[in-house]
C-alpha cells in the first residue's frame, strides 16, 4: 500500500500564492502521474491538475488554467502545486492522487489518494 504524503495547506488572502507538496511513501520502477483533485464544501470532488511519469506533461482543468502550475522533481517523486492569485472559490480540501499516468490521473482512475489539505481563500 502506497501513501501520499501531503503538505502546505492553511489559509491564504484572496490573490494571494501557496504551495502545495506530495509524496509516494514507496518509490516503484515505473513511477507515477500524480496530480490534485478538490472538494469544496457541499460539492463534488473536481480534478484541478496532473503531472506525467516523467513530469514531462501537465494537464489543467479550464478554472485553474494560468493561475495554477503542477510540476514533478523525479529525484524525489514529489509533484508540487503552485497557486497563484487565489480567489474564494478555489477554497477546498486538496486531495493528492497517483494513477499510472497524467491523462489517468486526470480520468478519475487514481490508484492511491491522499488524506487531504484544507486551503482556505479569504476574501
Not at 29 to 49: D, H, I, N, T
Not at 69 to 77: D, G, L, P
Not at 94 to 121: D, E, R
Amino acid at each position: 500500500q502506497v501513501e501520499l504524503v501531503e503538505s502546505g495547506g492553511g489559509l491564504v488572502q484572496a490573490g494571494g500564492s501557496m504551495r502545495l507538496a506530495c509524496a509516494p511513501s514507496q518509490r516503484t520502477s515505473e513511477g507515477y502521474g500524480l496530480g490534485w483533485y478538490r472538494q469544496a464544501p457541499g460539492k463534488e470532488r473536481e480534478f484541478v491538475a496532473a503531472v506525467s511519469r516523467l513530469g514531462i506533461n501537465t494537464y489543467y482543468a479550464d478554472s485553474v488554467k494560468g493561475r495554477f502550475t503542477v510540476s514533478k522533481v523525479n529525484a524525489n517523486n514529489t509533484v508540487y502545486l503552485q497557486m497563484n492569485s487565489l480567489k474564494p472559490e478555489d477554497t477546498a480540501v486538496y486531495y493528492c492522487a497517483a494513477g499510472s499516468s497524467g491523462p489517468t490521473v486526470q480520468a478519475g482512475s487514481i490508484n492511491y489518494w491522499g488524506k487531504g489539505t484544507l486551503v482556505t481563500v479569504d476574501s
